[in-house]
């Protein structure tokens, strides 16, 4: 499985030997990055962006990558995070596919693609790359991180084992541990590729991919990333048109998956209702443009995580003593995947180390996605939080 690279991505090259918290080393292994805005000469106008699970480094536009960045709406020139101001610096998570080190990455020991033998990864094996990238590109001492979602855990993990390498810090749809109910949805992902009769035990390949587990890992995954307030708003239950239909019949005869049963009319159990051929669409954008052994790797390395087994105490403790000036913390109340009261506890927690500590619950019906997509909501406490660091 190939690696998915931004054209604009550099690079910065990890330790020789990078030990894994969990066991093992990396070898040749790196950090995909980009940065937007210029570094200040007294170096004091970083601001670390970490990621959810799957986008890459190319946060927003930039001379190098005119290309729409995934949070184009929230970086750039005069933005919420005003790149004027801003020296933006954001990765591509350890174990990813976009340009760091990751299952799809070669193995130098071995001259072929890691796969399922890539080591364990951790939240905190993600933290250390992060710091080490910072530091490599002369930055001491970051003004923000900015987290979102999965990139909420690795900046609190990022914030622990290396105190003092950031003033302030913007925790957005984050969480300090996973809680049951997203790891089941994880597990539940997990299994569906597994199943798949192309998976060949993470031994796939272009011509033999496991497709339609990749799909249902997708679809469950959109699920919780929206809420039902959204899909009720904006599908209700419309059907699709009988020609949008035959033309997804059509599709799948092309495909050579469908046969004679597979005409719209003659499958009672094909997709009917709007909301299924937006999920279908959305799975089939993304299940080519992400390695299924980094979708395992980093979505156990989500479940594993927890703060406070990190830190060796509760995480309520871990989180007090974070060492941070500021922090701003914002979760959605239609969030199911990252439930709002796992912010709140964020929040509370660096408030009791001293931290000033501003919470903001969105009232936004886009659930845990909302800040990909609700920017008029998020940008302006975002905004308002930078131009106090």
């Known amino acids: 499985m190939r690696e998915f690279i931004p054209p604009a991505a550099r690079f910065v090259d990890l330790p020789a030997a990078f030990a894994m918290r969990r066991g093992g080393t990396l070898t040749g292994a790196r950090i995909a990055y980009e940065t937007v805005g210029r570094l200040s000469p007294e170096r004091d106008n970083a601001v670390l962006i970490l990621t959810g699970l799957s986008p890459d480094a190319h946060a927003a536009s930039h001379p190098a990558d ?215 669409r959305h799975a089939r954008r993304f299940a080519h443009r992400f390695d299924p052994n980094s979708y395992l790797c980093l979505s156990r390395c989500m479940d594993r995580f927890d703060l406070g087994e990190s830190c060796g105490t509760t995480t309520d403790e871990a989180l007090s003593r974070v060492p941070l000036e500021r922090a701003l913390v914002i979760g959605v109340e239609t969030d199911i995947l990252f439930p709002l009261h796992q912010q709140q506890q964020i929040a509370d927690g660096l408030c009791a180390g001293g931290t000033a500590v501003e919470f903001v619950a969105m009232d936004s019906p886009e659930g845990h996605d909302a800040f990909l997509i609700d920017t008029v909501r998020f940008g302006a406490p975002v905004a308002k939080f930078l131009t106090l660091l």
């Open 66 to 280: 005119t290309g729409p960045g995934w949070w184009e709406a929230m970086v750039g020139p005069g933005k919420p995070v005003d790149t004027d101001r801003w020296y933006v610096i954001c990765l591509n998570s350890l174990g990813s596919c976009k340009g760091s080190t990751g299952p799809a990455s070669v193995d130098p020991g071995t001259g072929r693609p890691y796969g399922p033998g890539f080591p364990e990864l951790s939240m905190e094996d993600i933290a250390d790359a992060a710091a080490h990238t910072v530091r490599a590109l002369g930055v001491d001492r970051l003004a923000c991180v900015i987290g979102t979602s999965m990139g909420g855990m690795s900046a609190l993990s990022l914030l622990a084992r290396h105190p003092g390498l950031a003033r302030g810090h913007i925790n957005i749809c984050g969480a300090a541990r996973a809680l049951p109910f997203s790891i089941a949805i994880r597990s539940l992902q997990r299994e569906a590729i597994r199943c798949d009769p192309q998976w060949n035990q993470g031994r796939y390949d272009e011509g033999n991919y496991p497709q339609r587990g990749m799909f249902t890992a997708r679809k469950l995954g959109m699920l919780t990333y929206r809420s039902a307030r959204e899909w009720d708003i904006r599908f209700g239950r419309a059907r699709i048109a009988p020609e949008e239909r035959e033309e997804q019949e059509d599709r799948a005869d092309r495909a050579g998956r469908a046969g004679r049963a597979g005409r719209a009319d003659l499958e009672p159990f094909g997709r009917e209702f709007q909301v299924e051929e937006y999920l279908e």
